[in-house]
């Protein structure tokens, strides 16, 4: 069975550009989160989806924005790229908001290189 | 801020007894601790999560201290392909907002060698 699929894998962009990322969920999964990974930390939240409506949202400003779709693939934007904006971008999938399990199955994310 | 501590790296020889500590002094009454690890250049994977009593499934078993203010992950017998970063998180068993979502720390590196 397929697992959670993000595209692209690798991506080199300019400060100020706009990049958009996409993660295919598990099938059946409801819930796409998406999380930030800097060099050398733990991932950080930035979003929930569920039945495509934000369920939640970390501390990061309003240039990243997601969407979910009918199909439960999501969406991360982020505008205005700076140079802290490299990471990699984790997409995570899971059968309903993160409720009884807790169990989130994660994509192999897509690194972005901002210059 | 993570609510756990943890050390920065251990190593562990293959083939024995891996055991992960985690510290998580301020942990409340409905929270519950959680364990992944994420091996290089892949996404972060579960391995177990527990309240109160010990648990055990196929990759581990999680020994929480009946003060719940200390947990060890135990990996029986650790591979080379058991290296990875091993993260302990804590969090309410809820839905959405601040509760649906994994707060991170830094983890531990373990390194098995042959």
């Known amino acids: 069975d397929a697992g959670v699929t993000q595209s692209p894998t690798h991506l080199i962009k300019t400060r100020g550009q706009h990049v958009t990322l996409r993660c295919s969920p598990i099938?059946?999964?409801?819930?796409v989160s998406w999380y930030q990974q800097v060099l050398g930390q733990g991932p950080q939240f930035i979003f929930q989806y569920y039945e495509k409506e934000e369920r939640g949202r970390g501390n990061f400003p309003d240039r990243f924005s997601a969407r979910q779709f009918p199909n439960y693939s999501s969406e991360l934007n982020v505008n205005a790229l700076l140079l802290g904006d490299s990471a990699l971008y984790l997409c995570?999938?899971?059968?309903?908001?993160?409720?009884?399990?807790?169990?989130?199955?994660f994509g192999e994310g897509s690194r972005l290189t901002v210059l | 801020d993570a609510k756990t501590t943890q050390p920065p790296s251990m190593d562990c020889a293959e083939g024995r007894a891996a055991n992960l500590p985690c510290n998580h002094s301020t942990i409340s009454g409905n929270e519950y601790v959680y364990w992944y690890r994420q091996i290089h250049s892949q996404g972060p994977q579960y391995i177990i999560h527990?309240?109160?009593n010990n648990e055990t499934n196929e990759m581990a078993s999680l020994i929480i201290t009946e003060d719940r203010k200390s947990s060890t992950l135990i990996l029986p017998h650790a591979t080379l392909r058991d290296t990875a970063v091993y993260y302990c998180i804590v969090r309410v068993l809820g839905y959405g907002g601040s509760q649906g979502n994994l707060i991170f720390g830094k983890g531990t590196k373990l390194s098995v060698k042959p």
């Open positions: 099938s059946g999964h409801k819930s």
């Open positions: 527990g309240l109160k």
């Open positions: 995570a999938s899971s059968l309903q908001l993160l409720g009884h399990t807790g169990e989130l199955f």
